[in-house]
């Protein structure tokens, strides 16, 4: 038994040591990208200085359509707004209160997303600000990436502002227009309509929310570490730790 147990632990030993010969021989074969497994920032791929340019060039083209979840629950609160402006109850709401505050938050949404994509333009002021970074040493790349990293991570800090105030906003005002419009209206059945649709944004996340969580999503795949326990054959459970590259 006490035999079995050595060639066992020989066996691992033995094993090990073939791993790691075979790992340093792999690392020795490319010492130009040895660094780059330090940063994650780095061995990326694609880069976020990559994925900015990328965005950039789509940002003019599509920029206003980036808004959509958020424009149809505005437009629906608009409509209820309209509607209940023209089938109005003068008991439940006398100064059509209602019906103005569905107008007015939901054309202010509207105006608001219309400004946001002329005027805002987060990757396109990323990659002209890291464009004329230089990114010649290992240093100056590492900050030029953490740059761009920074420039998609405020645009999903927006777009995370953006899908609360618009859900909390509309959804409000969709409530304050069912609650005043005429009982049994089409006004009434468009406003409980909007308020499901306020819920729009958080089923459909804004895509500088998408963007950077498939950024982060990159870099998690680089390294996976793996901790665990196996049983060697001398049937001990023994903790093992494996680490793996994804590229």
């Known amino acids: ?34 660094g780059e497994w330090d940063y994650p920032e780095l061995a990326v791929s694609p880069r976020a200085s990559e994925r900015l340019e990328r965005e950039a060039r789509g940002e003019t083209t599509s920029g206003r359509s980036r808004h959509w979840a958020i424009q149809i629950s505005s437009s629906a609160t608009l409509l209820s707004g309209i509607l209940s402006l023209a089938q109005p109850d003068r008991g439940r709401d006398p100064d059509l209160k209602g019906a103005w505050t569905g107008v007015g938050v939901g054309g202010a949404w509207l105006a608001a997303t219309w400004l946001i994509s002329t005027q805002y333009t987060p990757y396109a002021s990323g990659m002209a600000e890291t464009s004329v970074m230089p990114n010649k040493s290992m240093r100056d790349q590492l900050a030029r990436e953490r740059a761009a990293e920074q420039a998609i991570d405020g645009a999903a800090r927006m777009g995370s502002r953006m899908r609360w105030l618009s859900v909390i906003s509309n959804g409000l005002a969709s409530a304050y227009v069912t609650a005043n419009a005429r009982e049994g209206s089409v006004a009434q059945v468009v406003a409980i309509g909007s308020l499901v649709a306020s819920l729009t944004p958080i089923v459909f996340p804004h895509h500088w929310n998408d963007v950077a969580q498939q950024q982060q999503d990159y870099k998690k795949r680089i390294f996976g570490p793996v901790a665990g326990i196996t049983r060697v054959s001398s049937g001990e459970l023994v903790p093992v730790l494996a680490m793996q590259w994804k590229l």
């Open 1 to 34: 038994m006490s035999l079995r147990r050595n060639c066992g632990r020989n066996f691992c030993t033995a094993t090990s040591l073939i791993c790691l010969a075979i790992a340093g021989s792999a690392l020795a074969a490319e010492p130009q990208r040895s």
